[in-house]
């Protein structure tokens, strides 16, 4: 990929960012033995947000937890192919058996070094591709940081430079870059803005934004004072996303029309939000990989396919 080297210097307004936006990256949507998990749902963060919060709709889907490890460096996500599973930490990678659990290698960065914040993690062939953003650093600047598969160790780095929000996960789909670049209500975010500003975007391979969208208001009442943390397309087509905290799994999709995402179903997990990860060598199941960040533990589970009247 070619670097974009037409990303503007930083900037703190909303009106200069939104012309920033608008000038480099196109048409911006505005408006881890088994325990029992609790499943709260975190309160709604903004009075504009609980006022415009319709609920949540639930269809009675439940994942089955299959299996979980304790992985200490854990603590933001967790990438999976064939035969490994990736922890992933701020600055940490930790590569395990899928069969055993049996850690067979790592990479450490260091504390005050030039990684500060890793996030969602996709294996892409030999290479795995994190999400990377300097969180709660200001201004909000956010890369994907690939390394090899095999040996963990940094083969490239592609920065996105300044954007409205902090990269929290990418994925490959249709032959388009997908990404969330969340906005929270606490710190980390450029003044003026909140986690009503959290968007998912359509890039092409120079990263450019061709269309965003916005999150339904009920999804981003379960945030807290956080944002998306994870997410990636299903073979159904649809959308599926968590927010911090919370063990739920958003089901959204495309709008026929206008900005917003939209809002499909929930389904319990035994994951409490963060990042996860599709187990794409599990044929004809449907396996996430995800991790509780309070029990530093890696879960499996799978989850249930949707019942036809939710697919039109």
Sequence with gaps: MKIDNSMP???????QVLLTLGATAGALAIGSGASSLA???AAASTDAAAEANPGLTKHGLVADELQRWQINHANQGVAVDADHFYGIGNHALVKHR?????????WMGSQDGAIIHLNAGWVDGDELVVAHSNFPQLPMASSLETYDRNSLQPVATYSLGIRLGSLT?????????????ANYNDNGTTPGFDQRWTHVGKFDDNWQMLESWLFP????ATWGDSACSGGDWGDDGLLYVTGHDAAELYVLRLPRQGVTLEYVTTIDVPFEGQSWAWDRSARGERIIYGISRARREVIVARIPELPSSLLG
């Excluded at 990418?170 to 870059?177: D, E, K, L, N, P």
């Design 39 to 41: 499943r709260p749902a």
């Design 98 to 106: 899928k069969d055993t659990g049996v850690q067979v290698g790592e």
């Design 9 to 15: 210097e930083a900037t703190v307004t909303r009106r």
């Design 169 to 181: 996960w990418a994925v490959r789909h249709q032959g388009f870059w997908w990404a969330c670049f």
């Design 217 to 220: 208001p009920q999804i981003v």
